[in-house]
């Protein structure tokens, strides 16, 4: 049974994201995001970022974030900002405590990503700033091209294929786009696809394909994510872009 999702909807799709950073740094609105990486055994790649992608946008589209829920003024004050996320890493004891902090988990063949409440840099939960933001790195390819898609998945994220971003800064940027993306869909598909736990894929494309995929979002066929460029890489690169799996 699906739930009302219409604020949650009108707050994704009006978002604009021009807007300056405060002066001070511990105001900034961010979004903190933690993926499980054990050190003996650790996620492949391709599962932890769609369990990222998954968990920013299962908070997007939650009821506690609706008007009036215990997370819409935190959630409204980011949107009303720059949209900021920050990707760490816990594992064992660290992970178990970081359940503990307002977020939803997501899990994705046993692989585990949690997003959090937005807030202000300097209010962050002690359990969350103490995590290692760098130390994300995992191995495996992301599927390409011809890779065959879950019939369950609704958006496809596409990473750009000309970039070399961390798995912490590529999990930031899916995330983004599986938020961006619900744009490409009705508010009524919106609560169909959060009934259904927002199942979605993250592809790597060719050159070529990547180039259709740029046209595609100039035509608003597809929806992009372009980096403010504050780490890793040059400011207003493209880095993921979404589109429908399925009509």
Not at 41 to 52: G, I, K, T
Not at 133 to 148: F, K, S
Not at 177 to 199: F, I, N
Not at 200 to 225: K, N, S, T, Y
């Amino acid at each position: 049974m699906s739930v009302s999702v219409t604020d949650q909807y009108r707050r994704l799709v009006s978002y604009q994201g021009a807007y300056d950073d405060p002066e001070d740094p511990q105001n900034v609105q961010a979004m903190q995001m933690v993926l499980h990486i054990e050190k003996k055994d650790p996620p492949e790649r391709h599962s932890l970022l769609v369990a990222a992608a998954r968990a920013v946008v299962l908070l997007c589209l939650d009821p506690r974030v609706a008007a009036g829920g215990e997370w819409a003024a935190p959630m409204d004050a980011w949107c009303d900002a720059r949209i900021r996320k920050i990707a760490r890493r816990a594992r064992g004891a660290q992970w178990e405590a970081a359940q503990g902090v307002p977020g939803v988990t997501a899990t994705v063949s046993g692989v585990q990503a949690r997003a959090y409440v937005p807030s202000r840099i300097g209010d962050v939960d002690k359990r969350i700033a103490k995590l290692q933001i760098g130390g994300t790195e995992v191995d495996g390819p992301l599927p390409g091209d011809d890779a065959p898609v879950d019939g369950s998945a609704v958006l496809i994220l596409w990473v750009n294929p000309g970039l070399e971003m961390t798995v912490g800064k590529t999990a930031a940027q899916v995330g983004h786009a599986s938020m961006l993306g619900v744009r490409l869909m009705s508010e009524t598909q919106t609560a169909d696809w959060y009934a259904e736990g927002c199942p979605l894929e993250v592809r790597l494309p060719g050159p070529q394909h990547w180039a259709r995929l740029v046209d595609a979002a100039a035509a608003g066929d597809a929806v992009p994510v372009q980096d403010a460029g504050f780490t890793e890489i040059a400011p207003g690169s493209m880095t993921v872009i979404a589109e429908l799996a399925r009509p």
